[in-house]
């Protein structure tokens, strides 16, 4: 078995009808972009009512329809935001415990000591998290915080730290498969190809999210000679 073949995203993303949400960060093949990928999915009203909204530096998730949310807590949050040379994307409201910790001098590791998983049993919905540190040249983390057991007694922790390699993306998603209980993510962030074009990765990456539960997408390119950042982003409910 090859450990550094990558796999094209959208035959990993087409065999798999609910990885839930999802983080992918590399570089990519002409070795000229940093490229981050979020997209989130839902099988509930409530995580369906969804919409992407993007300011810049920051994007927020926003109900489609504010008469039909039900519990705003964990599907109302800022998935990205950036801090000097520093980009943040994750899966929930971790994002700001970040962004605080580095504001403060602190470390994306001592942040997310201070995180468990979410607190939606059965599920125990992990908690993945991505950060993009251009300060000396380019380098990426991931995360994930996930239940040790089906009870939620206890927070396991790991932390996934990169060397951007031309081609290489890794993706980190917060389920396996589909299921009740919905079982969490396992192993390390899978290896994917990631392409010269922004669109031409984000059709590839919405194309293939199942149909009936893919809700938003997310995809940014970062120059790496000049810093300037290209954004693309999907909505299915139309904002």
């Known amino acids: 078995m090859n450990n ?8 990993v993303l087409r065999k798999n009808s609910y990885p839930g949400r999802g ?16 997209f989130i999915m839902g099988r ?24 039909k949310v039900k519990d705003p807590s964990l599907i109302i949050y800022s998935p990205v935001r950036k ?13 700001d415990t ?13 942040a997310l000591e201070t995180r468990c998983f979410e607190p939606d049993e059965p599920n125990f919905t992990p908690r993945i998290s991505a950060m993009l540190d251009f300060e000396d040249g380019f380098k990426y983390k991931m995360s994930i ?3 040790a057991d089906e009870k939620g007694s206890a927070c396991n922790r790991f932390t996934y730290n990169y060397a951007p390699v031309s081609g290489v993306g890794h993706f980190i998603h917060t389920y396996n498969r589909d299921g009740d209980p ?3 993510f396992t192993g390390e962030p899978e290896r994917v190809t990631i392409l010269n074009s922004i669109d031409a990765f984000t059709t590839k990456i919405w194309a293939n999210l199942n149909e009936e539960n893919k809700i938003s997408l997310y995809v940014r390119y970062t120059s790496l000679a000049s810093g300037r950042s290209t954004v693309r982003v999907i909505n299915k409910n139309k904002k």
């Open 4 to 11: 550094y073949k990558t796999r094209d995203v959208g035959s």
């Open 23 to 38: 983080i992918i960060v590399g570089q990519s093949k002409n070795g000229k972009y940093a490229v981050t990928a979020y």
């Open 44 to 67: 509930s009203e409530n995580s369906r009512n969804r919409v992407f909204d993007d300011f810049g530096d920051k994007v927020m998730i926003y109900p489609h329809d504010a008469s």
């Open 83 to 95: 801090l000097g040379k520093k980009l943040i994307v994750t899966n929930g409201d971790q994002t």
């Open 98 to 110: 970040i962004y605080n910790y580095l504001e403060e001098g602190k470390t994306f590791e001592e």
């Open 145 to 147: 915080l996930k239940s």
């Open 182 to 184: 919905l079982p969490s």
